[in-house]
């Protein structure tokens, strides 16, 4: 029999529990520590509030999951020019309505253009037009045929709201140290811990008791890649104290007791979520105490620090974002070029054209 370190009740089998979120791309898993009622409880709440919080770095960098689920496609984001578009993973933008721009030409003429995410679009486009000319008369096929199918790029920004923090994105990120605690053989079913587990289970206690938005930095914080997930959790004394690090630069600080008595213990979990590292996870990471915040010396609020650190971590996204995509450049253009050369010999003409191809979907220039 296993006993739940959440309920506490007892269960012979249940699912595999993620010990950092399934989203994030963590594979390291455990049949013994959660059952699975309470497994079903976290889906719906805290790790679905945990998750969407954090979905446009998933989204942006084409992150999969644990288990290899694609990561979700952002929908109805605006750009600053009024498009309406969905990110895909990857950050590929696709019209999400289609976009029309009206040009007086004259007091007599209007040039209008009308651009489609998709030929289902043609319907809707007309529909919208009509609203300004009533007595329009062009059908779907025709504005199909009128125009042509190409790949484009958005030439004005887009926004992308992220949004940090609240009870259960906090519940969530606190339960993942807690399950490395039980993963990793720490005992977690005494009374010292029950604090923390009723925060977890219930959302009882206070936040800030538990959870710290960091004045700094994780120092000497281990690293495998470039947008590591980084989980650290010590004792000091009779304080369990923890750090997560997300995406390379977005710090939280935890204290998942203040009344342990057990033996000392360090233990870490480290993963790559783009899969590059070989190998993409390790679960003994090495680490110095002094990457453990002292939990009681940080901040219960939010600052200006915490916000520069997220726009850190998001600049580092999206510099991986840029290497990733200039990867994909050149080897998609590498193969319309070449395809499989089966030893042929590669001319100046051919590298050219590949150069071309390269210069044009980086720079969005024409050669």
């Not at 013994?32 to 976290?42: G, H, L, S, Y």
């Not at 689920?69 to 895909?88: F, N, S």
């Not at 600049?315 to 840029?322: E, P, T, W, Y």
């Not at 990867?327 to 050219?352: C, H, L, Y």
Request: proline letters at 6%; a positive charge; hydrophobic letters at 40%.
């Amino acid at each position: 029999m296993n006993t739940c370190i959440y309920s506490k009740s007892q269960f012979d089998r249940a699912t595999a529990e993620h010990i950092l979120q399934n989203f994030l791309g963590a594979r390291w898993t455990s049949s013994t520590i959660a059952c699975d009622e309470v497994q079903a409880t976290f889906g719906k709440t805290i790790d679905a509030k945990f998750s969407e919080a954090l979905k446009a770095f998933r989204t942006i960098l084409a992150t999969k999951s644990g288990r290899g689920d694609a990561p979700p496609t952002l929908k109805g984001l605006e750009t600053a020019d009024g498009q309406k578009i969905d990110m895909q993973p990857g950050g590929k933008p696709r019209l999400a309505k289609p976009h029309i721009k009206f040009e007086n030409k004259s007091a007599e003429e209007v040039k209008i253009s009308v651009s489609l995410g998709n030929e289902n679009h043609a319907g809707w486009a007309i529909a919208e037009l009509k609203k300004k000319f009533p007595n329009l008369s062009i059908k779907p096929e025709e504005l199909l045929k009128a125009g042509k199918a190409q790949e484009s790029y958005l030439r004005s920004p887009v926004k992308i709201e992220i949004i940090l923090g609240g009870l259960d994105y906090i519940r969530g990120a606190t339960k993942a140290c807690f399950n490395m605690l039980a993963a990793h053989n720490i005992p977690v079913l005494g009374p010292a811990f029950d604090p923390v587990r009723d925060f977890i289970l219930h959302g009882r206690g206070s936040m800030e008791d538990f959870f710290r938005w960091p004045a700094k930095l994780i120092v000497n914080a281990p690293r495998i890649g470039e947008v590591d997930h980084f989980m650290g959790v010590l004792n000091k004394g009779a304080s369990v104290e923890a750090v997560m690090n997300l995406f390379g630069g977005i710090p939280h600080s935890f204290r998942l007791s203040s009344s342990y008595s057990g033996p000392n213990f360090k233990v870490g979990y480290l993963v790559d979520p783009l899969r590059v590292a070989q190998p993409a996870e390790t679960r003994e990471p090495q680490f110095s105490d002094s990457a453990i915040f002292d939990f009681q010396a940080q901040p219960e609020k939010p600052g200006q620090f915490t916000w520069n650190a997220a726009t850190d971590a998001v600049h580092a996204v999206m510099r991986a974002h840029q290497q990733l995509t200039t990867s994909r450049i050149i080897k998609e253009s590498w193969e319309e070029v070449f395809g499989s050369p089966d030893g042929r010999q590669i001319t100046r003409a051919d590298m050219n054209l590949v150069m071309e191809k390269i210069l044009k979907k980086l720079f969005h220039i024409d050669t």
